[in-house]
Structures are given as C-alpha cells and as structure tokens.
C-alpha cells in the first residue's frame, strides 16, 4: 500500500467502469467492471464511499475528494483507498513514471502500459513487467507466414532482442503472408528481411542472424547463452521434428519454449508452451498425438511432392502468432512464477470459430523428460 | 456420352483418405480447414484408384489401367462428380496453371470450400472486391494489411488521423510514418508489398454523417462493397449508427470490428441490410441484457480515458473482420458469416471466443419496414 499524504492524487483507473447503485439503508452497492479481462467486483459499503469514488474521477487531490465527500482519513477511510489500490481500481501514482525504463519507450509503449495496469493491477507491477520484455532475449526458429508476423509483433510489445534463425530467402508468394517489402526484398534472405522488420518496429534493437536450417546436426550452441525464451515457428523438414529436436536442447539448457501453430493442419492452432520439467515436453506431446491417432491411419498420399501446395490464409497464420505472441508475453512476465501445469493444444477453426482443445499431461515415461523409466 | 475423358485427377495434395474400421467407410479429411467427411465403396477397385490418384493419368488412362467395364466407368464418374463437388479431387491441368502464382496458398484454401473448375473465378471476384475501412488505426491497419494477403486489391481508407508514437505499440506503422496521415503510411505499406497491384483511395476525413459516406461512395460503387467500422471516435455507436445508415441506402454489407478502447477484444457482427439483425436491432438487445445488472446504476463518468491495449489483440479482431470479409464475398450456403446477428468476446486469457446471439428487432427504424 503507497503512503496516503492528502496532497497526493489518487485517480479511478481508466480501464474500469465503476456503477453506484441508489442508497439502501445505511449502505450502497458499488459495481466494479473491469474492461480488459471483463472481471466483475461489487461490494457493500457506506454512501459516503459511493460519493468518494464519484470524486476520484476527478483531477484533484486526495484531500479535496475526501472533503468534498465528507471524509476525513482515518483508519477505516484508508483502508477501503487500500482496497481500491490493491484491486487495482484506482492508482496512487503516475501510472507511466518509472525510473526503470527510458522515457522514450515509455512513451511509445504507455497503451501497453496501461494494458499491464489493467492485468496486473499496480503500476509497479506493470513496471517491472514491462522491464521483462525490455530485457528479454528472444530465439525465433522460422521466418515465414507466422514467424515473421510472430516478430512483429514481439517488437510491437517492446520485445527488442533477438536471435533470428532460418535458411531461406523472401519468394513473391510472401506477399500473400508475411509483412516483407516484397517489391524490394524478394530473393533477399529472410534472416536479413526479418532484420528490416525489427528495425522498423523494435526500440533500439539488437539482432542476431543466423541464417542456417534446423536439421539433426545442428549445433545449437549457435543460440550463445542468456536466451529467455525459443520460439519455433520451423517448419521443414516438419513442425514435429523441429519441436523435438528444440525441446531435448532446451530441456538440458532449462530454456522455455513456445511451439507456435499455423501449419498445414494446425492453420489456426494456438501452439504450445513447453516449460523445462514443468509442462510437457514436444516428446510428451508427439506420444500423446501419436497414442491418440493410433487407430487413424491415412493411406499414403499418391501426390508425393505435396509442398506447396496446401492452403492457407494471413488471417489464420496472424490468428496463430498473436496466440503465440500472447503465450510469450503472458510467460515472460510471469516469469518465476510458473507452476507444474498439463499441456493443451487448441485448434482454431475458421469454418465456424470453435475451438478443439486437447488437453495433454507429462508423460511420466518419456525418453526425454520423464520422472520413471520405462 | 461420357462425362470425363482427359481430366488428370488427383487428390488434392491437402486432402487425408483413411479406412475406418468398418470394411467398405473411408473418411475424407480436408486438412486445411479440419473438416470431414465419410463415403462408403463397395467396389474395391475404386479404393485402388484413389489410392494411385497423383494425377498423372487421364481419366481415359484410369479406364484402361484399371480395366473397368462399363458400369464400373459409370460409378467412377459419379464418384469424382461427388469428390469434385467436396473440393477432394481436382484437375492437375488446370491447378498446374497456378504453380507459381503469387497467391496460389489462397487459391488452394478456397479450393476447400470451391470445386477446383471455380477456384479461379470466385478468386477473381475476391481480388477484385472493394474494401472500404472506416478507421485504420489499430485495427483498422491491420485489417487492410490481412485483406492485401488475400489478395483483395481495392481499398477506400477513411481517416483524418495523424500516425503518433504511441501508435506503433498496435498499428502497423514505423517510425518513419510519425506526422503522416495514416491512411496515406497504409497506402506506402501497401506499395512495398507490390507496387501497383493495390489500388487505394485514401480520404483524409473524419466521418461525420451517413450522407457524406454515401456521397463519397455511391458513384462508381463496385457491386462486391464492404463496409468495415474499424473507427471508435467519439464511440463505435457513433460510427456504426452512420455506417448502417449508409449501408440501408446502398443497401452494402458491412462489419463492425473489435477491439476499441471500452471492447478490447470484441468480435463485432457482421450485417447484410434487410438480411440479418443491424447494429440497432443488436443495441437493443443489448440495451436488454445490460438493463437487467446496472437498472437504476448511476454511471461514474471519466473523461479523456486511456485505456490499454495490445498488439495481438488488435491482430486477433482483425483476422475475425477479415475472415467475415471472405465469407461475405465467396457468399457460400454451406460457409456463411459466422458473426450474423452475434457479438463475441475473445478471452485473451483462455484464448475462448463467448458469443452472444441477437434477434431481429420487431421496431427497428431499419429492418422493420416492410416487415409484416
């Protein structure tokens, strides 16, 4: 709780909605609706609070609400303003004044300050938060329809350092899903397209290229120390292969993952977050898939060169990196605080907007994070 | 006369043909958009033609190889008539034709909804299509950039705003664009992608009433028009009551996108004039609902909010209006607008869409006129 002095300026928060419902007896009900989650709070208390919140909406200091509400401070008065600060229903401070971060990326990145605020319900909270993704390092796998919009907007949230890993070069067929400059940057590297990318949207970006395939042999040494977080939006040879062979690297490195959706089947799926020894890993996931589709055996396709030719839509590759771009967001300001937890893959589906979950447990056997041997 | 003769069918490379367990079912799974469907057989052969179907025979070369008799050749025709039509089987010869198309992974997701012989004129009707987007801010730059990957060439973008620095935490502008009239940084976007592909018209207007909207459109108006609200100043009421005006006179489509400042992650309705609930037949419903918790409620009022906002979220609602925009122009039975008569929330948290549906309003100034 921030020290009450009756010259501060305490504010109702913008991103709440606040309803005063007419006096009943000695009490009146308060509704609290907060905008961004959609959260609903109401309260019973004495009218005089009912009018102080009408006060707080107004730029004046803590002394003109009270009086003007017929309050004093005292013990009762100050502990429902605490309440109100630790519901995050009102602020005690600038919500945008931190030492912490630089003025300029404050100012540039305020709506998703405010956006913390109404998440995390203290400015400070918000802060730090924001200080996360300042700091954070990124490792993308893949640049193309989900990767290079996934970047995008890890840039557009503040995310400013990267390791950016993929083989090919910009096609013209990317107009029809990535944000590349396809006029100027086709037949360009994508590593080097991608670069373009952050810099146009990143505050003061860091990058680092690598502009190489994922195969057995890789050496994945090549991602330095100090990765936050790997995305993988890789998806040759296939998207399962790519998953696995991250998710052994980072199980040993402790480095969280998140498998992002978006290919051939998985046009709209929302990926997957794979915490070392916490959630699944992609080999849990490939033996829960592998378990479950056990009975549905596809004859093998007569076309046998199919790349290429599988549908798709900038739409649901967008859907698939804004679900993996909040996964990361959610993740890297969580940071320290997760917990044991299943996996779940969710399947988006344009056709009517439903969603298939699965939900997916650790497999307490498997080869590469499992507690008992087989 | 037979039906088919040079035809080089294949199965479509995205397409799944799986044996149930039951002899004789066999199931078509339409990878790209996670639909299915079952077909049972009861001559094994056509099962071994399926199998082998990689388009490099004619259907006269399928006759012979197999050696089918008459009514066997009879049966396979109404089989590709019937895989045709479920978008399994297409013609190599012609799909060939788009091998190196710029837009081929949009043409090959339509043809999940479109027989293969339609893909290339109902792709024609969606690039030739007119989106007209009210507001290109932080939903609003993202939903023309979505259009542009379908392919959609025609863009009118309204907008007297200015692009500033705390823009770019959402919209798609750069720091180069900061002073510039935001529908004029679209445009440039646009150019980068392919230069003289996009053709925009851009009005550096606030939009202040229907009649202007309508004066601006009605001449030249492209029989395929959209409206797309993706403008909350003063409020998104404000703007969709003028859009749905103009939409009843040009008698347009048009939807309501989401995620302004008070519905971060809304997924707004989608309207076809004297067709469907219009946005004041689902304000009053809505009206309805809300009446019910906050009756007799005194509304704190704050000015000047400024609330949060993100990235992904305004990415999300504009892949709902774009993915509308598509249903509306391929105007499909079997694949209508979702959002008709209904407003959904996207759950950031649980990443669930909660949709609430509304009925027409029997007194609704617009849609209850000619009502019986």
Redesign the interface.
Known sequence: MTQLSLASTPE?R??V??????QKGESCQI?FLF????RRLRITCKPSFSAL??EL?KPQTLGESLTNSGLTLDAYTSSFLSFLEEEGIITMSNPLETLLLPK?YV????????????VLKSPQLAHAAQKKIFDAHIALFGLGAVGS?LL??LC???FRKFTLIDYATVE??D???T??????QVKSLKVQAARNLVE??AFDPIVFLHNTTLKTHTNLDILGEKISLIANTADEPYIGYTNIKLSRYALQHNIPIVAAGGF??H?AS?GELLIPHMTPCADCYATFFHERLK?????P????D?E?????????S??S???A??EI??FIISSGDQQVSPGKR??F?????S??TFVVDRDTHCRSCGTEKS | MKKFSEESFRIRPSVSFVPLQQDGYYQFFLSDIRQSFNLAFSDKKYVKILTELDGSLSFLQLENKFSLTDQQSLGLERLFEILIERCVVEDIRIVALRSSDPFRRVKTFIGSYVPYHDVESTWKRISNSHAVVIGVGGIGSWVVSLLAQMGIKNFTLIDDDLVKLHNLNRSLFTKQDIGSLKTLAIDRMLSTRKKGYYAVTSIAEKLHSSTRLISLLKDNLHPQTVLINCADYPSVANTSAIINDAAFTLNLPYIIAGGYNMHLSLVGPTIIPRQTPCFHCISYGMDQLKVAEIEGAERVVKEHRNLGNLAPLAAISASFAANEYLKLILDLPQLKPTMFGKRGEFNFLTKKLTVEEYMPWDKCPYCSRGMP
């Open positions: 109702l913008d991103g909605e606040v309803f005063l419902y007419p509704l905008l961004s989650s959609r919140l009408k909406s300029e100012e540039q990145y305020k709506r998703q300050v405010y956006f913390l605020l109404d919009t995008q907007q557009m949230m503040g013209n067929n107009i029809a899903r944000p590349y400059h396809i006029e100027s146009d949207h051939d089947a046009l929302l009975n549905w055996r596809p004859i396709h007569p076309v046998k199919r290429g030719w599988f549908g798709g839509l900038g739409s649901l967008t859907f990196a804004s679900a771009a909040l967001l959610f969710g399947e589906l344009f056709h009517d907007y969603l298939d």
